[in-house]
């Protein structure tokens, strides 16, 4: 009778011989916390550990491991949509993060709707994760407020809602960089495209652009402040209205990147030069920002350390200790679209 080619599939104990170990350490390494791993063993011992592993190609029992802990070492994120690019990138960053903490990550779309919020964070719940990231909080907080009554950790990343652990870009300092940047070109008459009213990066990069011109001594009337969707569509919308008035804006600031490009696309249809007629400036500087036939000046965020340092955040939580929020500080990208040109005041 032949033997079977079929490797035996690799156990804790396989491994424990292998490396030299005792077999509890090697659970504690491959199927505890990042705590309980750090507390078993040595770093150098615990990445042999997982170089066995590799090689012999271990497979965990998650049912087996929840028995055991009673975690399931699994966070379920939520998003408006993964299909946003910034979104995209924010998520990469806790799926990374969440691989150095031994925790495996699933995502869901809210469309930024409360009811599919509500749906999604239950069904969630229903997975029995260890534990949530919110990428979708309305600025109201009042779901958030009432889902921290059932002691669930989670973290807030991207926008923060409350007083609820988040880790964002500091959003009011972003908007300040860009009006800084308009000022210093000469720019007085401007105007935002100030995305969703219930998203805090919105509200505070339109808060923070609006407060420095005041200081300047040149008050953004709230007619030139429109509110629109975070897309190319609402964008070129809400460009549409800003050149309506008479006389219009010399200069742009649109809260992200692809309502940026709606609004370069208006001006194209109105014969507008960007960076000499009209200045533009975006945000977030997704990369495609710099590919344009006009690169588009825009406001740096560091979305993928956004995305780990709130899984971080939450494996503190998880392990019983605070999080404070944190807000990482952005950068301003200046290129073509706001290029200095001859500006006209009246």
Known sequence: MARSDRRRPATLRTIAQAAGVD?????????????????????????????????????????????????????????????????????????????????????????????????????????????????D??????????????????????????????????????????????????????????????????????????DRYREAGFPVPDSHVVHCGFDAAGGRDAAERLLRHDPPPTAVFAVNDFAAIGALGALRDHGLRPGQDVAVAGYNDTPLAAELPIPLTSVVSPMREMGARALDLLAELLAGRTAPSERLRPRLAVRASTAPGTVEES
Do not use: K
């Not at 504690?28 to 990042?34: E, M, P, Q």
């Not at 309980?36 to 049912?63: G, V």
């Open 137 to 210: 909080a309305h600025t109201g907080a009042a779901f958030l407020d009432e889902f921290a009554e059932r002691r669930v950790p989670f973290v807030l990343v991207s926008r923060h809602a409350g007083r609820h652990p988040s880790v964002t870009c500091d959003d009011r300092l972003g908007g300040r960089l860009v009006a800084d940047h308009f000022l210093a070109l000469g720019h007085r008459r401007v105007g935002v495209i100030a995305g969703e009213p219930f998203a805090s990066t919105g509200a505070d990069r339109t808060a923070g652009f609006v």
């Open 23 to 135: 077999v509890s350490t090697v659970s504690r390494v491959l199927n505890g916390s990042a705590e309980d791993a750090q507390r078993a063993a040595s770093r150098e011992t615990a990445e042999e550990i997982r170089r066995w592993a590799a090689r012999l190609d271990y497979r965990p029992n998650p049912h087996a491991t929840s028995l055991r802990t009673r975690r399931s070492n699994l966070v379920g994120v939520l998003v408006p949509r993964l299909s946003d690019l910034v979104l995209a990138t924010v998520y990469e960053g806790i799926e990374d993060a969440a691989a150095r903490h031994g925790l495996t990550t699933f995502v869901m779309n809210s469309h930024d709707r409360p009811e599919q919020q509500r749906a999604r964070t239950e069904l969630a719940l229903s997975r029995h994760v260890d534990g949530l990231v919110f990428g």
